[in-house]
């Protein structure tokens, strides 16, 4: 198959005759490597109607090209790159002039340098990957995913795969959202209150967008979920963080000017701390009081296997003060992007408004696919596999933080996939991590969680989510000798 005779210009600056043009456009592809040893050429009356010039033209210039050992001749077949011709050079061309731009003027806001940490993208390789939120390949469902997925590309649902919902969502998703999962958490919903989104951040953004301006106040926990104080950080508007105790966010410690307060009162991120009913209830009248808002995250509520979940806060809200945030990603995988938001209709509307105006909506394909999982079975067959391993880890977790003395500073009661652990007074989980990584083995440190300029330098979290039960007390053996020679 030839070269596509469109990807050969002349360029209008070119010194030379249109022979030597020719001939120089050839040798710089191949020079470049955009043309491989052993392609084809576009035959010489192709490219000089292409081209606009004679065929006597590109002839002669194919001929100098297979003088020169550039190019070889197949008989009748045509021109080929010759497997005698240069080798493109192994390393990258300097850009071809200098940028000119001023970008720290000319950039208006700055999205960078936040305090989300990046995490190996190569986790799996590690033998004891302590590493949070991970998909687990030896317990998720491949096969009737593929077959959702392929019953999802069907002629059927054509419409569902194409067309462009704009700001709307697949009204299958949507309706098992609404009859199947928010009742599991004690949440009634119409479709209008639900809107799908590219995961629980993606939500958690969506909602600073409408809710915060640089003018009003948004209370979060502290510790917290790192990307969530980047969000906030992004949008300027004020922000104070209130640290948590053993229950999760005090209501009384939440400054009386907040008009937004965001929480993860099932499931702390990242202590683990669930927030009893007597303070859940406290925790709304406050925002009566204040004439606040709350943002729910329940993230992890489907990894309750000790004990069902304690009921959302959105479904003790009678006065519609609650925005609930949920997301498929930690029971699925985290590449699905695939999450919710369930409010009132005004804010929902907004919402949707605004992430139309940014992305549209999520591919309909993968709505669709989640869809078809989750109606078939297939999504809480998967849910009693995964709290069924996730039990076991935790058991053998729990003996082996015991045996070797690892101070644990929370973990579910009920459930989860991780435990928050706090090392010896003096000890800087990130020089540990580094420690750690090089024998094998993925912590993740703590200080990016809180906030202010003193952050605690020895907490750090142990997830159990991707790592096999086998290996487990191997692993925390090693952060136990690293933790013993850190002292």
């Not at 009661?413 to 989980?429: I, L």
């Amino acid at each position: 198959m030839a070269l596509p005779v469109e990807t050969f210009f002349l360029h209008p600056e070119a010194q030379g005759t249109l022979q030597q043009q020719i001939q120089q456009m050839i040798a710089q592809g191949i020079l470049s490597g955009r043309f491989q040893q052993g392609e084809k050429l576009p035959s010489t009356r192709k490219l000089a109607m292409h081209l606009g010039v004679s065929r006597i033209t590109v002839t002669i210039a194919y001929t100098e090209l297979l003088a020169n050992d550039y190019l070889t001749s197949k008989g009748r077949s045509g021109y080929f790159v010759s497997e005698n011709a240069p080798a493109p050079p192994a390393f990258a061309p300097a850009p071809e002039g200098q940028d000119a731009v001023d970008w720290t003027r000319a950039i208006g806001q700055r999205f960078t340098g936040g305090a989300t940490p990046s995490k190996p993208q190569d986790w799996a390789k590690y033998r004891y990957p302590f590493i949070y939120g991970q998909a687990d390949p030896t317990l998720f469902d491949h096969a009737n995913w593929r077959l959702c997925a392929l019953q999802a590309l069907g002629q059927r649902d054509f419409t569902s795969l194409t067309t462009d919902y704009y700001d709307q969502d697949d009204p299958q998703l949507i309706e098992f959202i609404a009859r199947h999962t928010l009742p599991r958490r004690g949440i009634t919903a119409r479709p209008e209150q639900i809107l799908i989104t590219l995961g629980a951040q993606n939500a958690l953004w969506l909602t600073t967008q409408v809710l915060l301006t640089q003018r009003r106040r948004a209370a979060l926990e502290d510790p917290c979920y790192h990307a969530l104080r980047d969000i906030l950080s992004q949008s300027r508007c004020h922000v104070t963080p209130v640290r948590v105790d053993q229950d999760g966010l005090p209501p009384d410690a939440i400054p009386p000017d907040t008009d937004v307060i965001f929480t993860t009162p099932s499931h702390q991120c990242p202590t683990n701390a669930t927030m009893p009913m007597a303070r859940r209830r406290a925790l709304l009248e406050r925002a009566r009081e204040m004439d606040a808002l709350i943002v729910e995250d329940d993230y992890e509520f489907e990894m309750s296997f000790l004990k069902s979940p304690s009921p959302a806060l959105k479904s003790l809200d009678n006065e519609g003060r609650v925005i609930y945030v949920g997301s498929f990603s930690k029971s699925l995988f985290p590449g699905l992007r695939l999450g919710y938001l369930v409010g009132s209709e005004p804010f929902v509307r907004e919402a949707r408004a605004l992430r139309a105006s940014v992305l549209r909506h999520p591919p309909g394909h993968i709505q669709r696919t989640a869809a078809y999982f989750l109606s078939l079975g297939h999504y809480d067959a998967l849910i009693r596999r995964m709290g069924t391993a996730l039990q076991e880890r935790r058991e053998v977790m729990d003996d082996a933080l015991d045996r070797r003395g690892l101070q644990v500073a929370g973990r579910g009661a009920s459930g989860g996939s991780s435990y928050w652990m706090r090392a010896p007074d003096g000890v800087d989980t990130d020089n540990l991590a580094r420690h750690l990584q090089a024998r094998g083995v993925l912590i993740e440190p703590g200080r990016a969680f809180f906030a202010g300029d003193e952050q605690p330098g020895n907490y750090y979290r142990l997830a159990y989510s991707s790592i096999p039960h086998t290996r487990i007390a191997d692993g925390v053996t090693l952060i136990a000798q690293e933790l013993e020679a850190s002292l």
